[in-house]
């Protein structure tokens, strides 16, 4: 009832927001545009009272929209904010959904005798209750860890390079508070996640010295931290890092992150070959937006429930989920970036899309189901195909560098100034790598 109420409280306000934009047609308002007034300001009058009563979900994030610094109008933000507490009433008061689980965690103990198995593979793909998460990620960090996990490894760890200094300390420091700004537990140099992150951080890069650090571990950590002991959070960095993504995701060349994108590009085509050839005619590189999906396990790209599903499949069936999830959000606004044929328009929309992500168990629909077959088998042998040519191109490159700059020559004749529709400014920074 209580999701039902959010949907149509989302509805709404987005009929109000259109109401209340001027019409062209010279079509008289008066009273009613009076009328629509009032109630927009009753709308938002009462969401804010709600809104000081609790400033942040149960993760600890803002309430507040944030779409890429990008202006939208207020009541569009408040119905956005609307769409996702409906999705996580609606995932969390499931009844049958709540009692699955509670049946499946019963006849394991409690969660104490977990084991791989169809049941439970598709309950996690059907939304996890918030309750259960630390439980399902603690054993997948096990499962995946196997043998190598070594109970006081951490702390022992942090007491043998206690008051040592690296680079790589020296840039985790800085990135502290960049993390997860919006979220009350890493917004403040004091706030109660902070020492918990860097202690996580600094303990993974003397572990890991061929990683160390890179930007991009930061958020990973403090996901996990959320649900996990710091101990358990330690080790599943070392999850991720060491077994569910490729080994080479996270070091100097980032070359693992960069042939998952030309993976992405070639199951693009397959799976949905239409938008995939209006990106191409548009001129459109879309893994400067998917690139950082994939490094951050979509942390900072989609609304907070739809990112933990993920996470939750992610840890449980491996790396293929973050191809699936790509492939479903690109498939759920296919119709709409097809509509636009302006370059910058499409850009922009690419860098939005994902913050209106609200209906996880739609995307999971399409993840899951709807672009079936999705073999690991062909992801893993288009990775050894992309990162043997990237690893050419990088070779050759090198080769360029080592013979030194080439011999000047003649100044070439003045060439008309050809404008691009996507400025280079729209494209995302660098990650940074520090050992």
């Not at 008061?93 to 977990?114: E, I």
């Not at 590009?265 to 050839?277: C, F, G, I, N, T």
């Not at 992801?379 to 490159?397: P, T």
């Amino acid at each position: 009832m209580e999701a039902r109420y959010y949907s149509i409280q989302s509805k709404y306000m987005i009929l109000l927001q259109e109401a209340q934009e001027p019409k062209m047609d010279g079509v008289e308002v008066g009273t009613k545009q009076e009328l629509v007034t009032r109630m927009l300001e009753e709308a938002l009058k009462g969401e804010d009272q709600k809104d000081r009563a609790g400033s942040f979900d149960e993760y600890g994030f803002t309430r507040e929209v944030m779409v890429d610094d990008i202006p939208q109008p207020l009541l569009v933000m408040k119905a956005k904010k609307m769409d996702q507490q409906a999705q996580r009433v609606y995932n969390e008061q499931s009844a049958s959904q709540r009692a699955r689980w509670d049946n499946f965690m019963a006849t394991c103990g409690g969660g104490k005798d977990l084991q791989k198995s169809a049941e439970l593979k598709q309950l996690i793909r059907s939304g996890m209750p918030a309750f259960y998460r630390s439980i399902v990620w603690q054993w997948c960090i096990r499962e995946i860890v196997g043998r190598r996990y070594a109970p006081g490894e951490y702390q022992s760890i942090l007491q043998q390079h206690a008051g040592q200094s690296s680079v790589a300390i020296n840039q985790i420091e800085l990135d502290l508070l960049r993390t997860l700004p919006t979220n009350k537990y890493y917004d403040k140099p004091d706030a109660q996640g902070i020492g918990k992150l860097r202690r996580v951080l600094v303990a993974y890069s003397w572990f890991d010295p061929a990683v160390g650090y890179c930007q991009g571990l930061n958020r990973l950590a403090a996901i996990a931290l959320l649900f996990l002991d710091e101990e358990d959070a330690f080790w599943c960095l070392v999850a991720i890092v060491r077994t569910l993504l490729p080994s080479d995701y996270y070091d100097k060349t980032l070359l693992g992150s960069q042939t998952d994108q030309r993976v992405l590009r070639d199951l693009l085509l397959e799976k949905v070959p239409k938008l995939s050839a209006h990106l191409t005619i548009c001129d459109i590189d879309f893994s400067l937006i998917t690139f950082n999906w994939f490094h951050t396990i979509y942390v900072d790209n989609l609304p907070v429930e739809t990112m933990l599903r993920i996470w939750d499949t992610f840890l449980y069936e491996g790396s293929k989920v973050l191809f699936r999830f790509a492939i479903a959000v690109f498939k759920y606004y296919e119709e709409e970036l097809l509509g636009m044929e302006n370059s910058i328009q499409i850009f922009n929309r690419l860098r939005t899309m994902c913050q209106d992500a609200t209906d996880i168990n739609r995307l999971a629909q399409i993840a899951f189901y709807e672009i079936n077959p999705f073999p690991m088998k062909t992801i893993d042998s288009r990775r050894i195909h992309h990162r043997q040519q990237i690893k050419a191109e990088l070779e050759e490159l090198d080769a360029i560098r080592s013979q030194g700059p080439p011999a000047p020559s003649p100044p070439a004749p003045s060439q008309p100034t050809c404008s691009k529709d996507v400025d280079s400014d729209e494209e995302i920074p660098p990650l940074i790598h520090w050992d």
